[in-house]
């Protein structure tokens, strides 16, 4: 029994390729026949903006092996050279704290209750 049918088999793939198609130098050259011309696809315009890139293929890498990428790896101030922030959130640039001079109020207070604890 046969199990493959006879478009499968590798003699009907040779008999079906065994003509050589010739490339022609241009449509001049074709024979002229009595039959309607070969007329390329109707097409209709799609809506929304065209593609810029083309579609990759599935096999087709998708690294950007040609490109250069800006890679960072941590923010270094420019102002003060240290890392982990930028010139624009340096510490040099924020206004002095309040706290201190509070503290310090706090402390000469503190500091003459107990002269004038002490002199009681
Ligand atoms: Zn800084």
Redesign the pocket.
Known sequence: MDFVDACYHTQTYFKAYENLILPMNGMELWDITNMPPCVPPSYSKQPGRPRKARMKEVGECSKKANVVTKVQDSLR??????NG???R????NLPPKTKIKKRKAKFIIFCLILVNYSNK
């Not at 101030?77 to 240290?82: D, E, H, K, P, S």
Request: hydrophobic fraction near 0%; include cysteine; proline fraction near 0%.
């Open positions: 101030c420019g102002q003060c050279g240290r922030h930028n010139k959130t340096c510490h040099r």
